[in-house]
DNA sequence: TCTGGGGTCCTAGGACCC
DNA sequence: TCTGGGGTCCTAGGACCC
């Protein structure tokens, strides 16, 4: 390769830029509540195992910090103002504030609700990225942030990379911002803490430490090798690289979500197995609201439990198809709960969806209405692509996954017959059966009667999943 | 005074397939 | 009969970020 370049891809412009608000949480409450101002202010939980999530300066001065725990912050700055945080308020701005960037440049990746980089080179944007031009970028946009949000502030650092842009916005706290020359990078870097390298957290320190590793000028003495010995392969080189400002990672405006999930810490720890399964379900509820919200399923269910020792369990199990559904869900997750030992106490307890995938059955029908003439298109995906319906009379104690694609979808595909194939979680694929498509009581009738898998099923307590296929996805 | 909730990414071992 | 190695998927745990 050979565009100009040579350091690990670093552009020779400084043309990303990272926003920071500062102190976002708090400063919002200060904004709304004039009584606040100039007054140590925390948000966090205020429960007896909260933790605070953000101090304002005010408050920092005590020494509070972020992810300290809400009983520590208490007794360091008994006289501030205890906040539970209101996350519709922290939203609105946050919006406002991503509008800003994205009027700045079509190339925005938020990285949290007060945090953002932007592409000031993005394709067919024509900014100057002069040292003057940047200049007058920075202050723009941190008055346009100020009016936006009705008086909040952010740190800006723009750099050549997002390491760099990240830590010059660090730099620039509170309501500042830093530009970085092109060619210094290296040398901003050298003299700081290695923990200033975004990814080095207390463990992977500690571990730097004892190969007798402080500074980045340290870091730089060790070989690549001798790194991915004590951090492996993958944190090994990228440290490495990273050290020596080399970053070539680009600004991606969205990134699909991987996984949902919702945990709880109790105010103490509970024990009674029918409570916790109550809140398993309670769980499973509020995950699957959140993925037909946003118009998801997943595969993999995930049992989170923290016990009284603070030691932290999962449990998962992976369908043959993707889901949304909470009754299926919460079964599942009260199984792997039933995995873990939690005789002496649960403090957290959490249920997750992962793998996931962004069409449901739902979708198709929608798109069919609106083209009711175009081919009926089968979904690649293959095995479960069937939107579940729930009180078909099946046998007592079954629940279906995936059931009847209704005649809108098969029938319409022109397909002479479907094939239904009958599995369960445990058992994996069972019975293939195929039936004449014009049935119109094929499914509810043949999985009424009963069938080996399914009495199987139905005694083991198992989740059974029928998939109801065109016959050539199934070979 | 013990340690939130929502995520992402990585590692390592085992199963399974070619 | 013995000996493989690579790729992918799944599971459990851990580090890290805001």
């Not at 205890?82 to 946050?94: E, I, P, Q």
């Not at 070539?248 to 919702?262: F, L, M």
């Not at 029918?274 to 049992?303: F, M, N, P, Q, Y």
């Amino acid at each position: 390769m050979d565009d100009g370049s040579h350091d690990g891809g670093v552009r020779a412009t400084a043309s990303i830029l990272h926003l920071d608000l500062d102190a976002f949480f708090a400063a919002v409450e200060q904004r709304d509540k004039p009584s606040l101002r100039g007054r140590p202010v925390i948000v966090g939980g205020v429960g007896g195992r909260g933790v605070v999530a953000t101090a304002s300066y005010e408050a920092r001065v005590f020494g509070v910090r972020s992810a300290m725990s809400t009983a520590e912050a208490r007794s360091r700055c008994p006289h501030a103002a205890f906040l539970s945080g209101r996350f519709d308020a922290y939203r609105v701005a946050s919006l406002a504030v991503m509008g800003e960037l994205c009027a700045l440049s079509p190339l925005v990746e938020p990285l949290s609700l007060d945090e953002a980089y932007v592409d000031l080179a993005a394709p067919g944007l024509d900014l100057d990225v002069s040292p003057a031009g940047l200049d007058a970028v920075a202050s723009r946009l941190k008055e346009s942030v100020h009016q936006a949000t009705n008086g909040l502030t952010a740190s800006v650092g723009i750099a050549s990379s997002k390491l760099v842009a990240k830590i010059a916005s660090e730099l620039g706290k509170p309501d500042g911002a830093v530009i970085v020359t092109p060619g210094t990078e290296q040398e901003l870097l050298v003299p700081m803490q290695v923990n200033v390298i975004p990814g080095v957290g207390p463990a992977t320190a500690e571990r730097l430490r004892r190969i007798g590793v402080h500074t980045v000028e340290q870091l730089l003495h060790v070989s690549a090798g001798e790194l991915v010995r004590a951090l492996g392969q993958a944190h090994g080189t990228g440290l490495f690289e990273l050290a020596r400002a080399r970053d070539d990672r680009p600004v991606v405006s969205q990134r699909a979500t991987k996984s949902v999930s919702v945990e709880d810490t109790f105010e103490n720890d509970l024990v009674d197995p029918v409570l916790l399964a109550a809140i398993v379900d309670r769980h499973a509820r509020s995950v699957c609201e959140r993925l037909v919200k946003h118009r998801l399923s997943g595969r993999t269910v995930t049992v989170k439990v923290r016990r009284h020792d603070f030691s932290t369990h999962t449990r998962s199990a992976t369908l043959a198809g993707p889901t949304d559904r909470p009754v299926l869900v919460s079964r599942i997750a009260r199984r792997l709960l039933g995995e873990v030992d939690t005789s002496g106490g649960v403090r957290l307890l959490g249920v997750g969806v992962s793998g996931l995938s962004d069409w449901i059955q739902d979708d198709l029908f929608a798109e069919e209405e609106d083209a009711a003439d175009e081919p009926l298109a089968v979904p690649e995906s293959g095995p479960g692509t069937a939107r579940p319906r729930h009180g078909s009379g099946y046998p007592p104690g079954i629940d279906v996954e995936h059931d009847e694609h209704g005649p809108g979808w098969v029938w319409g595909a022109g397909l002479g017959r479907v094939t239904v194939r009958f599995e369960t979680a445990e058992t994996g694929p069972g019975p293939v059966r195929t039936f004449a498509a014009d049935d119109p009581g094929l499914h509810r009738r043949e999985i009424s009667v009963p069938d080996e898998a399914l009495v199987e099923a139905a005694l083991a307590d198992e989740v059974l999943t029928v998939d109801v296929l065109p016959d050539e996805v199934l070979s």
